[in-house]
């Protein structure tokens, strides 16, 4: 092995900050999956029966389907039959502020350095805590509602605004979708909502701060933000999962609307955790996340930092329905060790003069296996569609691989389609030239990989960027040589 | 302040330098010179530390320590600097950036405080001065794009914020037009001074009519094999190095 793979390996081999879990008494479903289990959700959540309704037929979906096999990851398969597909912190009773919520709740947060005392806070971001199935706490609740906005967790959505759930749920992801999306339509058990009405342009960030604690237990949450016309939110979403030896499932749904003229930011900065040095444990990440621009002049931009998981399936994409609408994806995602990822974005152009942007860097070290899989696709209607990707891979040391499946498929020949891709490593010569320079090779790593990614982090709100650029940082300490 | 003494190192088995000696003082300016392959460029690359070079013998002491056991951060730190011969790109990373991670890392090393925006900039412009540099490079990624005369100005700027008490210029001369090399050479005269030495490895004697040496050596097969003064180079230019081969080369066959 080379010296320049010895500091990779060290760099790599940074243990995870988020390891830790914390034993609370929980309310927990049954272990295993049958119809029986999302009644107990539903009856636990005191849903009304039309989203039961909805919940069995998307499990009677979810019967009938395949676990997807066309990902570049492979992993033992996974019993469903053993996990508990609900547990939630038990509170005496439902807090109705902030100073209600179990102070032991609170406090794990805190150590996850949120802080989700109003007043402590940094200005400018509300944030709903998600633990295990259940919201915990959201913030800033009241400065919203003063807007019209609605930042709440799903349940209470469900419950207070159940007209603009049962409108939107399911509406940019259908439970048929795929095998995870039908699951998690079927055992969902929380998640936020978020609602922006027309015009309004929302003055905080919006947060969701996604914990799983509990063992054997899969994260089933669901996401649903919809913008009014003429309306702008930024939404910022990040995770953390204890240390376990056993793989974790989490298999989210986040939908996204966006009505004319309206503009979402969505952000994420992913790190649950990604199994230990050898492969063992970590989460095993099957997301489905799709926004549609309903509206003409609409945009939808994705901005994703993924440093963790163990397997992840993800691909974030948008619907360009509506004329002069803009999609954009942009993409970090780091492996290390034992990671996989497969990971990237769909543009389907479907009205006329769309747009859709694509960066993507992808940054392997270990042994990791990294994939970049896109798809552009413009419909027959779409005049003047205009679609620029561009996939990069940095490969750190010589064990690791790095793919790009790019999918293009064009039915418009006014579609104008640019595809760009590089393969680079980090090198012996960069490394030496900043040791000559007197910069020692972590912070060298840092910096190069961070100059790799700039465009991407460039597209974070200011302080996300900052934490993201450590969290790259640490993801890779350890990994050069 | 710097003590070579019977240096000898190889490259994947392959004997490169087969002891060298060599002694630099303050204030003094020497100049490396010999044939390709002769291993000048190897003797540079072992002093900065280049990893994939094994030292099989010999000591090199600098500033009274063992430069071999420091890595090549701390011998940056120490006061070590090179100018590379092929000046690496970093794609995203600013020249200014990359300096400030640099400088403040010294001087951390140093025990002195790290420089403030205001006060790193300002040393920035001053420095900028010596080797002409245009402001607009220094916010584009380092190197990347660079003609190879604005990566050498690059190299002597860098040397300029670090001000190392060793520079080794490797080849600094190559690939520059006469302008550049009067502004590099501008550029390293001007940071002379009594309390700091710079070793020029060169292939050409054309460098050292800016950069003027107190002493000039040449290397041939891993050794200095002829040591003198400046007008050695001069002899050189004009004779080529076939006499010094056949001295080198009839010594070792009696």
Not at chain 1, 244 to 262: C, F, K, P, T, W
Request: aromatic content about 8%.
């Amino acid at each position: 092995m080379s010296k320049d793979n010895q500091i990779l390996e060290e760099l790599t081999s940074k243990e995870y900050e988020h390891g830790w879990s914390v034993n609370y008494e929980a309310d927990e479903a049954p272990v295993g999956l049958t119809e029986d289990t999302i009644r107990w959700i539903s009856t636990k959540k005191e849903e009304p029966q039309w989203l039961l309704d909805w919940r069995l037929k998307a499990f009677k979906t979810w019967e009938a389907m395949y676990e997807p096999k066309w990902a570049n990851v492979h992993y033992p398969k996974i019993d469903l039959q053993s996990l508990k597909y609900y547990s939630a912190p038990k509170q005496a009773s439902k807090p109705k502020n902030l100073d209600e919520v179990d102070p032991e709740l609170l406090d794990i947060y805190k150590r996850l350095g949120i802080n989700l005392n109003e007043q402590k806070r940094l200005q400018g971001i509300a944030v709903d805590a998600v633990l295990d199935s259940v919201s915990v706490a959201t913030t800033f609740k009241g400065t919203l509602s003063k807007l019209g906005i609605v930042f709440c967790s799903f349940s209470e959505a469900v419950k207070e605004h159940p007209e603009l759930v049962k409108k939107y749920l399911g509406s940019v992801v259908p439970m048929t979708d795929n095998y995870y999306a039908a699951l998690n339509s079927a055992v969902f058990s929380d998640g936020s909502f978020c609602y922006i009405p027309k015009g309004v342009r929302c003055p905080m960030e919006l947060s969701t701060y996604f914990r799983i604690n509990a063992a054997n237990t899969g994260q089933f949450e669901r996401t649903l933000i919809v913008a009014e016309d003429e309306s702008y939110v930024s939404y910022l979403e990040g995770c953390t999962a204890p240390q376990r030896d056993e793989n974790q499932l989490h298999a989210a749904v986040v939908e996204i609307y966006a009505g004319a003229h309206a503009e979402v930011k969505y952000s994420t900065v992913q790190n649950w955790f990604p199994g230990d040095k050898e492969g063992k444990g970590g989460i095993y990440n099957f997301v489905t996340k799709r926004g549609i621009c309903a509206g003409d002049f609409s945009k939808i931009s994705w901005t994703q930092v993924e440093t963790g998981s163990a397997v992840t399936w993800k691909y974030p994409s948008c619907i360009l329905k509506g004329d002069n609408s803009i999609g954009e994806f942009y993409s970090v995602a780091v492996t290390n060790n034992y990671q996989q990822a497969d990971t990237g974005t769909k543009m389907i152009h479907i009205g006329k003069n769309t747009k859709s942007r694509i960066v993507s860097k992808g940054i392997s070290a270990g042994k990791s296996q990294n994939s970049y899989r896109g798809q552009v696709q413009v419909m027959k209607r779409a005049t003047n569609a205009r679609n620029f990707s561009q996939c990069d891979s940095l490969l750190m040391g010589d064990r690791c691989g790095a793919h790009t499946f790019p999918y293009i498929d064009i039915n418009n020949p006014t579609a104008k389609v640019e595809h760009e891709a590089t393969t680079s490593k980090i090198g012996e010569d960069q490394l030496f030239y900043c040791n000559q320079r007197g910069i020692a090779t972590e912070d060298a790593v840092a910096l190069i990989v961070n100059g790799y990614a700039k465009e991407v982090l460039n597209q974070l709100p200011m302080e996300f960027a900052v934490e993201a650029q450590k969290l790259l940082a640490l993801t890779l300490e350890g990994s050069v040589g | 302040m710097l003590t070579i003494k019977n240096l000898h190192a190889s490259i994947e088995g392959t004997p490169i330098l087969r002891g060298i000696n060599l002694e630099v003082k303050a204030g003094e300016i020497h100049a490396i010179m010999g044939p390709n392959g002769s291993g000048k460029s190897t003797l540079a690359s072992v002093l900065a530390g280049r990893e994939e070079y094994e030292i099989t013998a010999g000591e090199v002491s600098f500033k009274g320590k063992d430069l071999l056991e420091l890595s090549p951060e701390d011998r940056a730190r120490e006061g070590v600097f090179l100018a590379f011969q092929y000046p690496v790109e970093i794609p995203g990373v600013s020249s200014t950036n990359f300096l400030r991670t640099a400088v403040n890392q010294v001087r951390e090393y140093r025990g002195e405080e790290p420089l403030d925006a205001v006060k790193f900039l300002t040393l920035m412009k001053e420095k900028m001065k010596l080797v002409e540099m245009d402001q607009k490079l220094l916010s584009r990624s380092l190197n990347e794009g660079f003609s190879g005369g604005e990566k050498k100005r690059n190299e002597i700027f860098q040397m300029a914020m670090l001000a190392p008490t060793l520079s080794i210029l490797d080849e600094t001369d190559s690939g520059l037009d006469i302008d550049a090399l009067r502004i590099v050479s501008n550029g390293v005269n001007q940071l002379k001074s009594k309390d700091n030495a710079t070793i020029v490895v060169t292939h050409y004697q054309r460098l050292l009519d800016y950069i003027v040496p107190d002493f000039v050596h040449v290397l041939y097969k891993g050794q200095i094999v002829k040591s003198g003064t400046k007008e050695l180079a001069l002899e050189l230019e004009e004779k080529g190095y076939d006499w010094i081969k056949d001295e080198v080369d009839s010594n070792a066959t009696v």
